[in-house]
């Protein structure tokens, strides 16, 4: 009997929040659809073929929400609402972000097709073509990057930079004060997030600045 692509990755997918990662392989995929692992490699020809899938299952209930703006000048919006989607999509999904990671965009289609109406919205604002593309593709890696490192931390010891100080007195202070009042994970994600944005903005102005000169 024939195996649905579709069927399968799903399947993988709820394997993957059952269990995570590290326990998920096409072994064991092959094992609930009830046929010998070897049947997997007609549609997946290796583990990471098979993570771009999920991926691209993951993320593609999240292109409903990011419809481009009405208004070219609420890319900075636009682009920020998108950092909290996609976070909130990977982090959905036990280990969501590391399966994310490193995806080739052609099979993981609807990550893809995020970057491309980033680049677009972008392209709209005023930005050229290329520098669309590269802001596009780094904000989105930022997102990626920053939500698996979220993902992957363990919730720290108050004590714990105490402890530290001798080696790292500024910082410890830092987290200290942090600790003492703490913004939520999406506050500090959104931190990060306009971080990048304000970034994108200045560099726009100046590369403007630049070429009316």
Do not use: C
């Amino acid at each position: 009997m024939g195996i649905d692509r579709d069927h399968a990755v799903s399947t993988a997918l709820r394997l993957l929040d059952e269990d995570g990662l590290d326990k998920l392989s096409l072994r064991r995929i092959a094992g609930e659809l009830g046929v010998q692992a070897p049947a997997l490699y007609w549609h997946f020809d290796n583990k990471r073929a098979l993570l771009d899938h999920i991926t691209d299952l993951m993320i593609a209930p999240a292109l409903a929400e990011l419809d481009a703006p009405d208004d070219p000048a609420e890319w900075a919006q636009w682009l920020t609402r998108t950092a909290h989607v996609l976070r909130r999509t990977l982090l959905a999904h036990r280990d969501g972000p590391r399966v994310a990671l490193g995806a080739n965009l052609g099979r993981a289609v609807s990550l893809g097709l995020i970057i491309d109406r980033a680049t677009a919205v972008l392209h709209a604002a005023g930005f050229d073509l290329v520098e669309s593309s590269r802001a596009a593709g780094a904000f989105i890696a930022f997102v990626l990057g920053r939500t698996a490192e979220e993902d992957a931390l363990t919730q720290i010891d108050p004590g714990a930079w105490e402890a530290a100080a001798a080696y790292y007195p500024t910082l410890a202070r830092a987290m200290a004060a942090r600790q003492a009042a703490p913004d939520t994970d999406d506050e500090e994600f959104g931190y990060t997030a306009t971080i990048m944005v304000e970034g994108l903005r200045a560099l726009h102005r100046k590369r403007e600045a630049a070429r009316t000169a």
